[in-house]
């Protein structure tokens, strides 16, 4: 054992604008670290202020109670005897950036401005601020006089430079930069950069877990050297859910990582290492070795502190972690699970629903429930996250913690000072309104199984009839216009029955409101609920519901998940807590249920209405979204990928786009949801697109008609060609062009 170092990376569940509840939290995983024996802590992206703060950026506010909450970290005792870097806003020569600012016992060592922004996907990051181009340059930052009179500083370090204390050497990088194709991690370890912080701000996707893991793992497997990789937990306080995960990376293997769904604010990860096994890996790689012996010097700060402990006090180093998707039972020791995406959307959007319900000052959830797989995943995401809290009530309780943050939230929900969670269905019964919204137009059997689950999730639950509430509204309708509409099925005209079907639908969001308001009032409680939407991301791709009906809610925590998925998570979610109900959801049509029974019997199929399935609708988003095609591109990628014929390929792309461009306005007032597909259709925040458009796509569409065109004349070319080659006189004498003659005799 040469020098051992011991490190810690923090997972945060910060709040943009939460200035007072950010400090609290970074202070806690400063003293967390400090007791697990770590010298050196790093943090998540803009911890200070919140990664969420948007155009708030623009302010010069923002500006000031940043350096406000680092002149409290700078001379906090907490922060002694500790190196810590911290990430938040600062302007440099009038020019904002995203910094890291790494201190050590009341002294800025170095502020480092992030080099490459991130701006795909949600992010937005060259909006607010601009990108550090100075490579290996620093300069002198005149530090706020508030910030001087701690630090004793005027100015310190600002640029791309690195910390060299007596043992070993630490660098900086932040998110995108692992990603970049010239990330600076590589350039820095050859430089002899033996320690790479990344303060990041990662965000959930589905199916995204093992890419996070990998990019870390490949910093440090060509060059060595350690990796600590520090992300933000939870919602706040936009669609984002940030699904820490923060780990620590030694020569190419995680050595240890912290979870990434959890409901606890504060997350710190440690792990002891051995300098000298840094220095051995690399020098092992010679080419590696050859490269470094040219490469170009950073600009160094010197400090006067060791991270390695002495010799009488160094710690086990900790052996690398083992990943596996297939593992069974909880995670162990050296053993971290990735999970299934089932397993993913029964978390992440329930984590996302605890931040934004405690954070909202609401006492629960109002949810119209129909007894689809729609709501009914929405149903099963409330009951999960009800488990999360009582499991993590239940650990903080069994380690006697004094201060349960979890059961503090919890109690101030409900407006009950002595209630303590014990079981995830009392609590479900607590917290979570359902009601079953019927009309004339409802089945007995979706009722049923609206009840039926209800019960056995435990929500309280009411079953109700809202056909007076139509007939007045049609009645108003009826009296100004001295006309009947009339549904399809009674001979009514398209118009007709749509209109009919929305008003069901609406009048069920303006019923859903009321109830929302009143119910805890009906219960005893003081507060409101927060309405619960449950329209998916395909629908919301094809733009198949009622504007302004009940998808449009105070939040959505299904709208970023594909039908195909919430089925497969109701099915693990049936297996898990054993919910029978969900056995009938699952083998049920999908039905909106807004026209006319025939013989009591469903008549009215989603898939039939939109003309496409939802296996379709994912192709299409995904292939919209993800390959950035148009029409033209989509039929022709289609081609290849669908065993149909193009003629049929050119009529489902044709209705797609035409679907998609007539109901794109909706996108407009789509129900805030915890993004989670990648092809979400999310306007304004993820899918920047117009939402007026020309539906007939009258050019695209005829760039489709001509390549379809083309393949039938080339395969009537060749079915004629076959004809000749099938005939006697061909197969005997071959062609006119001196081709081989077939073998063969005249029959």
Known sequence: MGRTVTVAVCTLNQWAMDFEGNLKRILKSIEDAQKAGARYRSGPELEICGYSCEDHF??????????????????????KDILVDVGMPVMHKNVTYNCRVAFLNRRILLIRPKMHLCDDGNYRESRWFSPWTKERTVEDHFLPNKIAQITEQSVVPFGDAVISTWDTCVGFEMCEELWNPLSNHIPMSLDGVEIIANGSGSYFELRKAYVTVDMVKAATFKSGGCYMFSNLRGCDGGRLYFNGGSSIALNGQILNRGRQFALEDVEVTTATFDLEDIRTYRNSIRSRSNSAAKSQPYPRVKVDFALASKPLHSRVPHRPLLFDSNLNGEEGVNKVKYYTPEEEISMAPACWLWDYLRRSCQGGFFLPL?????SSSTACLVYSMCDMIVESVKKETEASVADSQVLSDIRKIVGDCSYTPTDPKQLCNTILVTCYMGTENSSAETKARAAELASQIGSYHHGIVIDGAVSAVLGIFQ????????FRVQGGSPRENLALQNIQARLRMVIAYLFAQLMLWVRGRPGGLLVLGSSNVDEALRGYFTKYDCSSADINPIGGIAKNDLKRFLKFFRQKHGISALDGILDAPPTAELEPLQ????????????GMTYNELGTFGRLRKQNCAGPFSMYTKLTHIWDTP??????KVKHFYQCYAINRHKMTILTPSCHAEIYSPDDNRFDHRPFLYN????????AIDEQ????????QHLMNELEVRATPRYRLFGSATGNKPYPGVIV
């Open 646 to 651: 193009p003629k049929e390929i050119a009529a």
């Open 599 to 610: 013989h009591g019997q469903l008549a009215q199929l989603d898939e039939v209405d939109m």
């Open 708 to 715: 379809v065109n083309q393949i039938v004349r080339s395969e």
């Open 479 to 486: 009296q100004v216009s001295k006309l009947t509409p009339r």
């Open 58 to 79: 623009y302010e010069s506010d923002t500006l000031l109670h940043s350096w406000e909450v680092l002149a409290s970290l700078l001379g906090s005792s907490v922060c």
């Open 370 to 374: 129909s007894g689809g797989v729609d």
């Open 695 to 702: 539906h007939t796509w009258k050019w695209q569409f005829n």
